[in-house]
Structures are given as structure tokens and as C-alpha cells.
T-cell receptor
Framework: DGGITQSPKYLFRKEGQNVTLSCEQN?????MYWYRQDPGQGLRLIYY???????QKGDIAEGYSVSREKKESFPLTVTSAQKNPTAFYLC?????????FGPGTRLLVL | DQQVKQNSPSLSVQEGRISILNCDYT??????FLWYKKYPAEGPTFLIS?????DKNEDGRFTVFLNKSAKHLSLHIVPSQPGDSAVYFC????????????FGTGTRLKVLA
């Protein structure tokens, strides 16, 4: 079954804590992406990666970090520097054509 | 600087009628456009796309029209069904050869039974 998986579905973060959101794809896509969606708003690009071991900042990269050690995986770390992390996080992948999305992770701050 | 704009935040349509969702863009270098449907707390689902070398693409009840001179695209849904009620995003792929996609802010469609 080809697709994109994200885990966990819900994640709680305490003040000052780093948390990592997982994203895996088995579509053999070169590119992977992280977006953030806030209530009533569109999708804002956090980071994207076109190939393994390379990634670029999107429009709102501050307070986030990523790695791309494997083609299939693109984890996103929300660091303590991100002061307003509560949002719905979406991972996607593509091969220059259609971009496909995972089911999302909702991050909440305790 | 919003390069892809959806100026109507919401739209209501009667079941069975046509829904028309609009999208404008500013960069003439965009070469590939997509429409997505999104339900709350779920990832967007791909609906239909169009290359800049075409002006129309059809898939079942969904048709996308591209007017390059006006930098405008639209999604037509005919006939509209209650299950079509969702938020619709248009997106443009960045300059040819890049992997970056730019999304509009979405239009919430409500199909009334």
C-alpha cells in the first residue's frame, strides 16, 4: 500500500521541550515537505528537501529543524525556540508532479 | 507577498448546481497547477491538475480551466454534491525544475442539500 504516514496523530509538548514529528513515504518520491496549518489559514511551508542529505528553509523555518538521512524519511523537530507551536502539521512528498499529503499531526502545548 | 490567491474565503451552492472556485497567481513562470480538497483534521487530497501548456483538464465532475494571460485558474464541480463540502486549495509549482509548491489560502465550499 503506497502512501505517506505521519506519527503520532496527536502530540503534546511541554514548555521548553523539543518534540519530533515523524514522516515516512514509500512512493519513491525524491522530494519531501513539511507544512503548518493554523485555524482558518492556508498551508505555510516550513522546510523541504529535494534529495537525501539536502534541505531548504521554507517561509517559516524559525524554531524548526529537519534531517533527510534516508529517501523515505523526513522527520521534523519542533524546538523550544518555536514560541507558538500549536498547529496542524502536514508532511508531503512529490516527484515534480503531483504532491501527496500525509494525514497530519496535531501538536498541542501543555 | 501572496503569489497564489483565493479571494473568496467561502462559497455556498445548492446541491446539483455548479460550483466554481477561483484562484489567481502573480508569477508567469509557474508551470503546473493543482487543486486539493481538505476536510478538517485530515491531509489535503489531490483532485486535479493542469499544465501551463493546456487550458482545460477534465476528470469526472471536476474541470480545471487555466487562463494564462489573466493568470487565473478555476475549478468547476458539476453537479455539486453534499460530500463536496470541504476547503479547496489551489497550488502552483514554482519555477520549472524546482520542487517548491505555493498554496492559496483556501475556499470553504458548502453544498446545501
Amino acid at each position: 500500500d503506497g502512501g505517506i504516514t505521519q506519527s503520532p496523530k496527536y502530540l503534546f509538548r511541554k514548555e521548553g521541550q523539543n518534540v519530533t514529528l515523524s514522516c515516512e513515504q514509500n512512493l519513491n518520491h525524491d522530494a519531501m515537505y513539511w507544512y503548518r496549518q493554523d485555524p482558518g489559514q492556508g498551508l505555510r511551508l516550513i522546510y523541504y528537501s529535494q534529495i537525501v542529505n539536502d534541505f531548504q528553509k521554507g517561509d517559516i523555518a524559525e524554531g524548526y529543524s529537519v534531517s533527510r538521512e534516508k529517501k523515505e524519511s523526513f522527520p521534523l523537530t519542533v524546538t523550544s525556540a518555536q514560541k507558538n507551536p500549536t498547529a496542524f502539521y502536514l508532511c508531503a512528498s512529490s516527484n515534480l508532479g503531483t504532491q501527496y499529503f500525509g494525514p497530519g499531526t496535531r501538536l498541542l502545548v501543555l | 507577498d501572496q503569489q497564489v490567491k483565493q479571494n473568496s474565503p467561502s462559497l455556498s451552492v445548492q446541491e446539483g448546481r455548479i460550483s466554481i472556485l477561483n484562484c489567481d497567481y502573480t508569477n508567469s513562470m509557474f508551470d503546473y497547477f493543482l487543486w486539493y480538497k481538505k476536510y478538517p483534521a485530515e491531509g489535503p487530497t489531490f483532485l486535479i491538475s493542469i499544465s501551463s501548456i493546456k487550458d482545460k483538464n477534465e476528470d469526472g465532475r471536476f474541470t480545471v480551466f487555466l487562463n494564462k494571460s489573466a493568470k487565473h485558474l478555476s475549478l468547476h464541480i458539476v453537479p455539486s454534491q453534499p460530500g463536496d463540502s470541504a476547503v479547496y486549495f489551489c497550488a502552483a509549482r514554482g519555477v520549472s525544475g524546482t520542487y517548491k509548491y505555493i498554496f492559496g489560502t483556501g475556499t470553504r465550499l458548502k453544498v446545501l442539500a
